[in-house]
C-alpha cells in the first residue's frame, strides 16, 4: 500500500512568501503577522506547518541556499575543465547580480542577521557555504592545484567578497572578482 504525500500548497505558499521577505526585507523585520497577512493565511495555519519562526527561516535558508547555488554552480559532469568549471562560478555570480532583485547570498544575510551563533539557522548557512567551498575543493584537485583546500578557501572569501562588495556599494559584481578568482586559481595550477 503506498503512501503518497500530497503537496501542501498552503505550506509552499507561506514558504515561497517568507523567503522573498526574509530576501528582500529582511529576518528580524520580518515578523509572522507580516508573512501570514502576506501570504492570505491565518498564523495558526503558518504555525501548524512551521512550529516558529526560527524553523521557518531555516526552511527558507535549507530552499533558498539550494536555488541560489543552482543558479551559479554548473554541474561536475559537463564537458567544461575543473578550471573553466570553477570560472563558471564567478561569471554565474557576476550575472545573477545583473537581476534587479539582487541582494547577495541569502546564506550571509541570515548569518550577519542572526547575531547567535547557535541559531538553527546559522548552522544551515554554513552547511550552504561548505557545499560550495566542497565543490571548489573538488575542481581543483581535478585541475591539479597544488593546495585544493587552500585554493577552494580562497576562491570562497572572493565570492563572498564579491556579494559584500555590491552590496555595500549598490552595484553589480564588477569583473574584478572573476579577474581575482582566475588569478588564485592559476597560481595554484601546474604550468
Known amino acids: ?62 530552499a533558498a541556499g539550494a536555488a541560489y547555488l543552482d543558479g551559479v554552480v554548473p554541474s561536475e559532469d559537463d564537458e567544461r575543465t575543473p578550471r573553466d568549471r570553477m570560472l563558471a562560478v564567478f561569471s554565474g555570480l557576476q550575472n545573477k547580480s545583473f537581476e534587479t532583485d539582487f541582494r547577495g547570498c541569502p546564506c550571509i544575510n541570515a548569518a550577519a542577521e542572526l547575531a547567535d ?24 584537485a581535478l585541475a591539479g ?12 572569501m572572493v565570492f563572498d567578497g564579491g556579494m559584500s562588495y555590491a552590496l555595500v556599494h549598490d552595484t553589480t559584481i564588477p569583473g574584478s572578482c572573476h579577474a ?7 597560481a595554484q595550477l601546474p604550468r
Open 145 to 156: 592545484a597544488l593546495d585544493p583546500h587552500g585554493l577552494a578557501q580562497q576562491l570562497m
Open 180 to 186: 581575482a578568482a582566475q588569478a588564485l586559481i592559476e
Open 1 to 62: 500500500m503506498s503512501t503518497e504525500t500530497r503537496p501542501d500548497k498552503v505550506r509552499d505558499r507561506i514558504l515561497k512568501t517568507a523567503g522573498e521577505l526574509f530576501y528582500c526585507e529582511g529576518i528580524n523585520a520580518t515578523g509572522v503577522d507580516r508573512i501570514s497577512e502576506a501570504a492570505g493565511v491565518s498564523k495558526r495555519s503558518l504555525y501548524q506547518r512551521f512550529a516558529s519562526k526560527d524553523e521557518l527561516v531555516v526552511a527558507y535558508l535549507v
Open 117 to 140: 551563533a547557535a541559531h538553527p539557522a546559522r548552522a544551515t548557512a554554513v552547511e550552504n557555504k561548505l557545499l560550495l567551498q566542497g565543490f571548489f575543493a573538488r575542481q581543483a
